[in-house]
């Protein structure tokens, strides 16, 4: 199991750039499947994108289709991080972002995730 904090968050103008960290806390983290979500003021929780960890033959990541070309996920194993970088940020991406992460595979699904962290506030404005 792991502990996943969340940070970087807060208030950016549209168009501009956010970077959001996910360190953990416990065993095994490369063999991990980490993802993204977030939940937008009067929304439910969303998918925003995973990474796949060492249990697959190969790294792959998976985005949304609303932040293709603008979010990147990437993954530091021996840090125990994984990074959420947002580019070109709009409006529509304001709201609670949360890592979390399943041992082996996980997928888009919400359901997929055993840990969680208490997320970030991500605050574009226009």
């Known amino acids: 199991q792991l502990r996943l904090v969340e940070s970087g968050g807060g208030l950016v103008q549209a168009g501009n750039s956010l970077t959001l960290s996910c360190t953990a806390s416990g065993r095994a983290f490369s063999m991990y499947a980490m993802g993204w979500f977030r939940r937008a003021p009067g929304k439910e929780r969303e998918f925003v994108g995973r990474?796949?960890?060492?249990?697959?033959?190969?790294?792959?990541?998976e985005y949304t289709n609303s932040v293709k070309g603008r979010f990147t996920i990437s993954r530091n194993n021996d840090k125990k991080t994984v990074y959420l970088q947002m580019n070109s940020l709009e409006p529509e991406d304001t709201g609670v972002y949360f890592c979390a992460g399943n041992y082996g595979f996980a997928g888009s699904e919400a359901s997929t995730y055993t840990d969680w962290g208490q997320g970030t506030q991500v605050t574009v404005s226009s």
């Open positions: 990474i796949t960890g060492a249990a697959g033959d190969s790294q792959y990541e």
